[in-house]
């Protein structure tokens, strides 16, 4: 066992002890290290946001209008929209911020309801397109590839559980006989679907723990060789 000198990591592990006696129940120790971590990532958040959208996109772009309207004239400088553009997102970043006073904050929906609409609008195409589109396209396959065993197989794996997945959705029909049977078999598959991906995200916690470890064993109490 050899304990390192180094206070920052010293910092870490007593931090991380504070997060993991929350296994033992709620205690003063844990209420700290949480307000601590949650107080320290706002802080963070807040700065590196100011520093990477404020400054380099707002600020910036202004300068750089400002410079063409300087340089170029009326008419190249009001041309140049898309670095004034700018000003009209720092707007609603202003209005927002006007929720934190209650008699004004009612301007702040403004803002919230310009974000929503537009943040909606730009995800339904994205998701529309990967979740829907690539879907369809991923699963409109071959039932039989000459001399690819393997590449046949998951195909054929692939048409049916996507057919059988969407006649147990299909409630229109009661879910008896050969359709029933169908519907079942899809059942199968979304199962083995859901327990894939919580196998997946447990493994990436059981990481994220492992990594805890072996930073408390291995880099502060140099326990592991």
């Not at 008699?103 to 309801?113: E, F, H, M, Y």
């Not at 894939?196 to 447990?202: D, E, I, K, M, R």
């Amino acid at each position: 066992m050899h304990l390192t000198p180094d206070i920052g990591i010293w910092i870490g592990g007593l931090l991380t002890l504070g997060i993991f006696s929350f296994l033992y129940g709620d205690n003063p120790y844990y209420k700290f290290c949480e307000a601590l971590f949650i107080g320290v990532s706002a802080g963070h958040w807040f700065v590196t946001l100011f520093w990477t959208v404020f400054v380099a996109k707002m600020i910036r772009n202004v300068e750089i209008g400002l410079n063409t309207f300087i340089t170029q004239g009326f008419s190249a400088g009001m041309a140049d929209y898309m670095h004034w553009s700018y000003i009209f997102g720092g707007i609603l970043g202003f209005l927002m911020l006007l929720r934190l006073f209650p008699k004004i904050g009612w301007i702040s929906r403004w803002s919230l309801a310009f974000v929503v609409g537009t943040t909606s609008g730009y995800y339904f195409i994205t998701y529309l397109v990967s979740n829907g589109l690539r879907q369809i396209q991923r699963t409109i396959l071959p039932l039989y590839v000459h001399g690819d065993f393997y590449t046949t197989i998951g195909n054929l794996i692939i048409i049916v559980g996507t057919f059988c997945g969407l006649t147990y959705f299909f409630f229109s029909k009661e879910h008896k006989g050969t359709f029933g049977g169908l519907a079942r078999l899809g059942i199968w598959f979304l199962m083995i679907t859901f327990g894939a991906s919580f196998g997946y995200t447990v493994m990436s916690r059981m990481s994220l723990l492992i990594g805890r470890m072996d930073y408390i064993f291995g880099t502060w109490l140099g326990m592991l060789g």
